[in-house]
């Protein structure tokens, strides 16, 4: 029954969010023209908001559980498990607070989607060419000295790609030490994604209606001492205690 509901419902979300990219698209373009990042990056984080808020056109909810007690004014690296599309939109939106930046693989900043592809090239994200180590490294070391420079935070999926089962696949380092390495005073925050896979248990067509999501953004990681294979270590152990595996 929840599947065939899918079918109703799924092209609803989709004129809902793909109308919200289409709009936005526009706006984005005005607000940096006239307003520089500022303004910029409000218009981002009003999408983001809107997009969230599409997830009620298939009846899922979206709870996100903050964490009141991160400071301001100083550079974090959100390192979180990844579970589908779906899982960036509340993070952007209720993070928006930490002008946090995604590293991005760079065909979605060449795909032309958009406001995604306007907002990855202008909006300040690390694009990186997997094919090219040289290209990705420089990138990252980018958006580490605007982290520095600009207090600027950063999200980063260390498993690389999603899962299509909710199973965590072991965190890489690399990204994360690049960041770390200019920036010792961040803090390492882990934020574990329940549920988002299951949106797309059936695949892009039709999404699955009627689904609990759920970010949890956790304590900051005491990395005092630690070098970066011990610190992902203790953000993906921080991680799988709190997802739902499903074999």
Same mark, same amino acid.
């Given at each position: 029954?929840? *599947?065939?509901?899918?079918?109703?419902?799924?092209?609803?979300?989709?004129?809902?969010?793909?109308?919200?990219?289409?709009?936005?698209?526009?706006?984005? /373009?005005?607000?940096?023209?006239?307003?520089? @990042?500022?303004?910029?990056? &409000?218009?981002?984080?009003?999408?983001?908001?809107?997009?969230?808020?599409?997830? @009620?056109?298939?009846?899922?909810?979206?709870?996100?559980?903050?964490?009141?007690?991160?400071?301001? #004014?100083?550079?974090?690296?959100?390192?979180?498990?990844?579970?589908?599309?779906?899982?960036?939109?509340?993070? $952007?939106?209720?993070?928006?607070?930490?002008?946090?930046?995604?590293?991005?693989?760079? %065909?979605?900043?060449?795909?032309?989607?958009?406001?995604?592809?306007?907002?990855?090239?202008?909006?300040?994200?690390?694009?990186?060419?997997?094919?090219?180590? *040289?290209?990705?490294?420089? %990138?990252?070391?980018?958006?580490?000295?605007?982290?520095?420079?600009?207090? /600027?935070?950063?999200? $980063?999926?260390?498993?690389?790609?999603?899962?299509?089962?909710?199973?965590?696949?072991?965190?890489?380092?690399? #990204?994360?030490?690049?960041?770390?390495? &200019?920036?010792?005073?961040?803090?390492?925050?882990?934020?574990?994604?329940?549920?988002? @896979? !299951?949106?797309? %248990? @059936?695949?892009?067509?039709?999404?699955?209606?009627?689904?609990?999501?759920? /970010?949890?953004?956790?304590?900051?990681?005491?990395?005092?001492?630690?070098?970066?294979? =011990? $610190?992902?270590? &203790?953000? =993906?152990?921080? $991680?799988?205690?709190?997802? !739902? %595996? =499903?074999?």
């Amino acid at each position: 029954m929840r *599947k065939v509901l899918g079918y109703f419902l799924t092209p609803i979300f989709y004129l809902c969010f793909g109308l919200s990219l289409i709009i936005f698209h526009p706006i984005q /373009w005005l607000c940096l023209k006239l307003g520089g @990042y500022s303004a910029h990056k &409000k218009s981002v984080d009003i999408l983001n908001g809107l997009l969230v808020a599409c997830n @009620y056109t298939l009846f899922n909810r979206t709870q996100f559980i903050d964490n009141k007690n991160l400071p301001l #004014g100083r550079p974090i690296v959100f390192v979180a498990n990844h579970q589908s599309t779906y899982d960036i939109p509340p993070m $952007i939106y209720f993070l928006r607070r930490f002008h946090a930046k995604f590293i991005s693989k760079v %065909e979605l900043l060449t795909a032309g989607i958009p406001s995604i592809s306007f907002n990855l090239k202008h909006g300040g994200a690390a694009n990186i060419d997997r094919k090219d180590p *040289k290209q990705s490294i420089a %990138e990252i070391l980018k958006l580490a000295n605007n982290m520095k420079q600009h207090n /600027w935070s950063a999200f $980063i999926f260390p498993e690389g790609t999603r899962t299509k089962t909710g199973k965590m696949k072991s965190f890489s380092v690399g #990204g994360i030490a690049t960041l770390l390495k &200019k920036n010792p005073n961040a803090l390492v925050v882990p934020v574990a994604i329940n549920g988002s @896979y !299951k949106m797309v %248990e @059936y695949g892009s067509f039709p999404l699955r209606p009627f689904t609990h999501m759920t /970010w949890e953004v956790l304590d900051p990681i005491d990395i005092q001492g630690l070098n970066p294979e =011990e $610190i992902v270590k &203790k953000a =993906e152990d921080a $991680i799988r205690l709190r997802v !739902k %595996e =499903e074999n």
